[in-house]
């Protein structure tokens, strides 16, 4: 799983966006395995973590250079999975996704819940903790 950008991102920058998208794969996959949901420890502290660094690499906006926003770094997630395939082609035939599709779609909400909950009370964590910035 490789997230694609322009030629004007550093290969440093490039690295650190699919290491991160790498390791969320991994992640999921582990929760997946041994059926435990993304929302508890450890997994959702791990995936914390992942936030954080994309976080502080400035890849927690849209107007990054790199775009890990939930909904982009979803979209790579999917296109990784073939989930994004396999539901186009669900659609087309008018047909049900297959189980083990659901079952990622499932664990995609998650991640994609998770990261926008922690992105928007990161964003306004200054608006409720003032004076701890003095």
């Known amino acids: 799983m490789s997230f694609d950008s322009d030629n004007s991102v550093s290969s440093a920058s490039q690295a650190l966006a699919n290491d991160i998208i790498q390791r969320v794969a991994n992640l ?3 929760a997946e395995a041994e059926t435990k949901p993304l929302e508890l420890d450890p997994y959702r502290s791990q995936l914390f973590e992942l936030f ?19 909904d982009n770094l979803c979209r790579e997630l999917a296109k990784g ?5 396999a539901t186009q082609q669900a659609m087309e035939e008018q047909a049900k996704l297959p189980q083990e599709q659901v079952s990622k779609m499932r664990i995609l909400w998650s991640v994609l819940r998770l990261w926008m ?10 608006e409720f903790h003032p004076h701890e910035n003095e």
Request: aromatic content about 16%; cysteine-free.
């Open 28 to 30: 999921v996959n582990e």
């Open 52 to 70: 954080v660094m994309a976080n502080a690499a400035g890849f927690v906006s849209e107007e990054a250079e790199i775009d890990l926003t939930a």
């Open 81 to 85: 999975w073939g989930l994004t395939a």
């Open 117 to 126: 909950e922690w992105d928007y009370a990161w964003k306004r964590w200054d």
